[in-house]
């Protein structure tokens, strides 16, 4: 079997500034340790962080999250939320990535809207994706946003506006990309236009599915994916919970 290269997701951490300030009745912190220490047992290569970040938008939370990355030692990269500020995380890394690694191209994009918690690909993204797509190689695009529709009126009202722009690019590929997102806080998958969509649950807390209305889900454990990708395009995925 070719060599894998193990990326895991983590998403939608809503970390405070303030230890043991709780988000929802969550310390989000302690939340995300154990989320690090689950990414050490599945050994992962690299770590792909796709939004809602900092709940508070407090440089310190920023300065907290990336210090406690670096501990583990692990290329890691992230992305703005709609509760993210791009200007604080930019001291530490780029609030959006690209790069290449094990035969795959590797592509962040940032669908923060200021002022808005739904998301938009601005031109300056829809011309990375573009330059993106146009590679003969397989593709792994991250995102905060929900491209497609999880089916809770609330949540959908919050998803990727004009997403039309985003899949007319996609579905012309001729390597479909394997697309994740966070934001909607909940295990979904979708096969569209040729691409695999999936949706990763949250380090923080969980929505409640198929709801008109906010609701938590108070029965799902925390979770992150992983994926292993192959350099001749082969990949697989899971989402697993934790503690």
Not at 107 to 130: F, K, M, V
Not at 176 to 181: A, E, G, K, L, S
Not at 182 to 201: C, D, I, K, L, Y
């Amino acid at each position: 079997m070719a060599e894998k290269l193990r990326v895991i997701q983590l998403t939608d951490l809503h970390l405070l500034a303030e230890p043991g300030a709780l988000f929802k009745g969550v310390d989000t912190r302690k939340r995300f340790l154990q989320a690090l220490e689950k990414v050490q047992e599945l050994k992962a290569d690299l770590l792909l962080l796709t939004g809602d970040l900092a709940q508070d938008e407090a440089a310190a939370t920023y300065a907290w999250l990336a210090t406690e990355l670096n501990k583990s030692a692990l290329p890691w990269f992230w992305l703005p939320g709609n509760h993210d500020d791009p200007e604080l995380m930019a001291p530490w890394a780029a609030p959006v990535f690209e790069f290449q690694q094990q035969g795959w191209q590797f592509l962040g994009l940032n669908t923060r809207q200021p002022g808005s918690a739904s998301g938009r690909l601005g031109t300056q993204e829809l011309e990375r994706l573009q330059v993106a797509l146009e590679q003969q190689q397989p593709l792994l695009i991250a995102m905060h946003h929900h491209p497609l529709a999880v089916r809770s009126a609330w949540m959908d009202a919050l998803a990727l506006e004009q997403n039309e722009d985003f899949w007319q690019r996609v579905e012309k590929a001729t390597c479909p990309p394997v697309i994740i997102c966070g934001h909607v806080h909940q295990e979904q998958s979708w096969e569209h236009r040729g691409a695999q969509v999936f949706s990763t649950p949250a380090t923080a807390v969980q929505f409640a599915p198929q709801k008109d209305e906010f609701q938590l889900d108070l029965q799902t454990p925390a979770g992150l994916r992983w994926l292993d990708l192959q350099a001749n395009g082969d990949w697989n995925t899971e989402v697993v919970h934790f503690p």
